[in-house]
């Protein structure tokens, strides 16, 4: 299983970024895609997660209305549409996947735990 993550760079406050994470040698159809992300100095934190089960999409509410998470079946990707961004979004973000359902996870303290497979991560620096 692979997870990339593409999409990150430098913006403005109040730009928007699309990141992109591409998932492949992955044939389960019931999975969880999470987004997280890591500031500097910082304990890594949950932003979105999304089951294929229930196609439900939960965002964290430091980024709720600003950031939306969606899937494309055909091309094995996830997408994090971020808009407004604010300096504190800057982070590196991570795609996950996990065998686990959404709604009972999602702000869990063992949510990124449950990720099994993790992408590399790309940076987000957003400047004020």
């Known amino acids: 299983v692979q997870l990339v993550e593409s999409g990150g760079g430098l913006v403005q406050a109040g730009g928007s970024l699309r990141l992109s994470c591409v998932i492949s040698?992955?044939?389960?159809?019931?999975?969880?895609v999470s987004w997280f992300r890591q500031a500097p100095g910082k304990e890594r934190e949950g932003v979105s997660c999304?089951?294929?089960?229930?196609?439900?999409?939960y965002v964290v509410d430091a980024v709720k209305g600003r950031f939306t998470s969606s899937t494309d079946d055909a091309k094995n990707t996830v997408y994090l549409q971020m808009n407004d961004l604010k300096p504190e979004d800057t982070a590196t973000y991570y795609c996950a996947v996990g065998f686990y359902d959404c709604m009972g996870s999602f702000m869990s303290s063992s949510w990124a735990a449950k990720s099994t497979y993790w992408g590399k991560g790309t940076q987000v620096t957003v400047s004020s």
């Open positions: 040698e992955f044939t389960f159809a019931d999975y969880a």
């Open positions: 999304s089951s294929t089960g229930d196609r439900e999409t």
